[in-house]
């Protein structure tokens, strides 16, 4: 008789462990995350300085960090140089020859001019003394070759004079012009690495985690701030198969949060994904069955003004499930 008492007062225990253990897993708990955002940098240089601090809130813009780019200035230096010379060589193209050549070439001009008239005049002599037979004709075949000379010279000059007064060819100075604004891209190219020193939050974002030091060596692409997103604030609770139907996406839900005494916001649905290792499970007491599938629950505020000052990985309750 007594063995039959102790048998019906443990399984009345047992009965009374397994109600409050599945009063206990009835509660759907979830973490408040925030979407984290990596800053990097395009150049690779040293920290010169850095201001600000882990768990400070930075306003889109903001500098955090400046580096030294020894290596860039001295490209600066070369691409302003680069650009000063390609800059007078369209000058000069486009202008053509300066005034001191053009007067040289105007009494060249005038030089040859006078040669080719004076061998003129010896060929009209030559002619008529040839006409008399008074010179062989070999003579006169000297003086007629030193006519041409003097002749090709002559409007060779007047050529040269004139391009020169007109200036530099149309592909002469298409091609200073192309040199011109490659040194104007070089130019453009440094000073935009050049701002790269300056580290700024491309949002509102709170600092997390700084992973450079002032004189450490910060290489293209590595991480130099991490943080999270002030906005990016969301509810994430995993549930059981047998719960998802009432987390239907655009779904309201009432969530408390335990740390502000159970204060109430309303939150919707955003996604629901489903979860291919438990190891993602992120309520606290999952009560599911061996054979479930488990799903992701992502949910907003309704106000975003109400979550934007909570605690990262803090835990709240789902109100109404």
């Given at each position: 008789m007594k063995q039959l008492f102790y048998i019906i007062g443990l399984a009345l225990l047992l009965q009374g462990?397994?109600?409050?253990?599945?009063?206990?897993?009835?509660?759907?708990?979830?973490?408040?995350?925030?979407?984290?955002?990596?800053?990097?940098?395009?150049?690779?240089?040293?920290?010169?300085?850095?201001?600000?601090?882990?768990?400070?809130?930075?306003?889109?813009?903001?500098?955090?960090?400046?580096?030294?780019l020894p290596e860039v200035d001295a490209k600066a230096i070369q691409a302003q140089g680069a650009l000063e010379v390609a800059q007078a060589q369209y000058e000069m193209a486009v202008k053509g020859a300066t005034e001191g050549q053009i007067r040289q070439l105007r009494a060249k001009v005038d030089g040859l001019k006078e040669q080719y008239e004076f061998a003129q005049k010896s060929l009209e002599r030559m002619r008529n003394l040839l006409a008399d037979s008074l010179v062989a004709q070999q003579k006169y075949d000297e003086v007629y070759a030193k006519y041409q000379g003097a002749r090709n010279q002559y409007e060779a000059a007047?050529?040269?004079?004139?391009?020169?007064?007109?200036?530099?060819?149309?592909?002469?100075?298409?091609?200073?012009?192309?040199?011109?604004?490659?040194?104007?891209?070089?130019?453009s190219e440094v000073h935009a690495a050049a701002q790269e020193r300056f580290i700024l939050a491309p949002q509102e974002m709170t600092i997390e985690t700084i992973n450079l030091k002032v004189g450490e060596l910060a290489l293209a692409g590595y991480s130099l701030i991490s943080g999270y997103i002030t906005e990016g604030t969301y509810f994430r609770l995993t549930v059981p198969e047998s719960k998802v139907k009432a987390f239907q996406k655009g779904a309201v839900k009432e969530l408390r949060i335990p740390y502000l005494d159970n204060k109430a916001i309303q939150a919707k649905v955003e996604t629901v994904k489903a979860l291919s290792a438990y190891a993602n499970i992120s309520t606290a007491y999952p009560d599911f069955e061996q054979q479930e599938a488990m799903f992701e629950i992502r949910l907003k505020a309704v106000n975003p003004a109400e979550s934007r000052a909570l605690l990262t990985k803090a835990g709240f309750i789902v109100a109404d499930h």
């Amino acid at each position: 008789m007594k063995q039959l008492f102790y048998i019906i007062g443990l399984a009345l225990l047992l009965q009374g462990c397994s109600c409050g253990k599945h009063e206990k897993h009835a509660t759907l708990e979830g973490k408040i995350e925030r979407d984290q955002l990596s800053v990097t940098t395009k150049v690779p240089g040293r920290v010169q300085q850095i201001l600000v601090e882990e768990g400070q809130l930075v306003q889109q813009g903001d500098t955090l960090m400046i580096l030294e780019l020894p290596e860039v200035d001295a490209k600066a230096i070369q691409a302003q140089g680069a650009l000063e010379v390609a800059q007078a060589q369209y000058e000069m193209a486009v202008k053509g020859a300066t005034e001191g050549q053009i007067r040289q070439l105007r009494a060249k001009v005038d030089g040859l001019k006078e040669q080719y008239e004076f061998a003129q005049k010896s060929l009209e002599r030559m002619r008529n003394l040839l006409a008399d037979s008074l010179v062989a004709q070999q003579k006169y075949d000297e003086v007629y070759a030193k006519y041409q000379g003097a002749r090709n010279q002559y409007e060779a000059a007047k050529v040269e004079l004139a391009e020169a007064e007109r200036g530099a060819r149309v592909e002469q100075q298409k091609m200073a012009l192309g040199q011109k604004e490659r040194a104007l891209g070089a130019v453009s190219e440094v000073h935009a690495a050049a701002q790269e020193r300056f580290i700024l939050a491309p949002q509102e974002m709170t600092i997390e985690t700084i992973n450079l030091k002032v004189g450490e060596l910060a290489l293209a692409g590595y991480s130099l701030i991490s943080g999270y997103i002030t906005e990016g604030t969301y509810f994430r609770l995993t549930v059981p198969e047998s719960k998802v139907k009432a987390f239907q996406k655009g779904a309201v839900k009432e969530l408390r949060i335990p740390y502000l005494d159970n204060k109430a916001i309303q939150a919707k649905v955003e996604t629901v994904k489903a979860l291919s290792a438990y190891a993602n499970i992120s309520t606290a007491y999952p009560d599911f069955e061996q054979q479930e599938a488990m799903f992701e629950i992502r949910l907003k505020a309704v106000n975003p003004a109400e979550s934007r000052a909570l605690l990262t990985k803090a835990g709240f309750i789902v109100a109404d499930h």
